[in-house]
């Protein structure tokens, strides 16, 4: 099973648009799935190895969305008292408007429009995150992303992403046949689950990225992150 991708065909909400009813619902289904089907905890579960109490740590993610992963990181920082402050940034307006209501009591999040594959930092973090984003991209740009990663952050970066499998397609089928039924998630979902790159596929695109020692692991859901660590 090859990956389908054409760059003239856009998910819905990647599409400029403003900021419409239809946008936030969709925005919220996908923080549903986040946490329903294992994305806050793979992230959690780096994150709580990354950051330890009294740390003071920058962190960037990109392709926030409605910037629920910063909003977790924030949870858990103040939780155990270390500091971060995260600059999270999205090319899309509307979702990024949306993604400053959700986080008004997160003043360590600074929201930034910016082209992710652009976009050049003046500073260096100390965590580059990217989180179910790199199914959206060609795989030539997907590993210019990768590459941005790398040069972003020196200590710490983790890219998760879906796992391409005949399962994975026909659950997002079941699940936005008799759930998510909401015309911009139903397609939305069913463009990721074809686009989303293979467990082969996405250890390929590290090493054509110049990605060295890294870790690459599957996760329950269909789920798969590749990471770096500082030695």
Wanted: charged fraction near 30%.
């Amino acid at each position: 099973m090859k990956r389908s991708f054409d760059p003239a065909v856009l998910e819905m909400m990647d599409r400029e648009q403003p900021v419409s009813a239809e946008l936030e619902r969709d925005l919220e289904r996908i923080r549903q799935l986040n946490r329903w089907f294992g994305s806050y905890r793979l992230a959690l579960g780096f994150i709580r190895n990354w950051i330890k109490p009294g740390d003071k740590l920058r962190v960037v993610d990109l392709a926030t969305g409605s910037g629920d992963i910063p909003r977790l990181i924030v949870d858990y920082a103040r939780k155990i008292r270390a500091r971060v402050e995260i600059d999270a940034l999205d090319r899309q307006p509307a979702t990024l408007e949306i993604a400053q209501r959700l986080s008004a009591d997160y003043p360590e999040i600074s929201y930034r429009e910016a082209d992710i594959l652009e976009w050049n930092s003046v500073q260096a973090y100390d965590i580059a995150l990217c989180t179910l984003a790199l199914h959206h991209f060609s795989n030539e740009d997907a590993v210019r992303l990768l590459r941005r990663c790398c040069q972003v952050s020196k200590r710490f970066v983790l890219v998760s992403d879906l796992r391409r499998s005949f399962s994975l397609i026909a659950g997002v089928y079941v699940l936005t046949t008799l759930i998510f039924r909401e015309a911009m998630t139903r397609y939305d979902a069913r463009l990721s689950a074809i686009r989303a790159f293979s467990f082969s596929e996405m250890r390929d695109l590290a090493l054509r990225a110049g990605w060295e020692n890294f870790g690459h692991k599957k996760f329950p859901f269909a789920r798969q992150a590749i990471w770096l660590e500082a030695a």
